[in-house]
Every structure is written in C-alpha cells, then in structure tokens.
C-alpha cells in the first residue's frame, strides 16, 4: 500500500510500468470526494486511463504471481 504526494502520481505509476510490469495493481483516487475513482490493471494500462494529472490517492501493488 503507498500513499504519496499527488503530484507524484503519473511519476510513482511510470516507475511501476518499468520495475513491475506484470503486476496489477488497484488506484484509488480522491477518497471520500464526490470526484472518487477507482481504477485497476497494470501499471501501464491505469497509467494510461489516468484522466487527471494529480489526485490525493492510495495505490495497492499486488504480489505477481
């Protein structure tokens, strides 16, 4: 579980699409806020669904398998 500053998120998601691209992760973002999303996959793929470019958020890595 990381949680981090939220304009290091496209930053933190990069470094994970290089280092652990085969493990999924889960994002959330903007907890408890009307704006609240989830979003989940690889690294890349949520990287690439990121509509905003900063967010309060919580990051789950999983295991790989």
Not at 16 to 31: D, K, V
Not at 38 to 55: I, N, P, R, W, Y
């Amino acid at each position: 579980v990381l949680m981090d500053t939220p304009y290091r998120l496209r930053k933190i998601l990069a470094g994970l699409a290089i280092s652990h691209p085969e493990n999924l992760i889960l994002l959330g973002l903007n907890l408890s806020q009307a704006e609240e999303v989830f979003l989940e996959g690889t690294a890349k793929k949520v990287l690439s669904q990121l509509k905003v470019d900063k967010a309060e958020f919580v990051l789950i890595l999983l295991p790989s398998k």
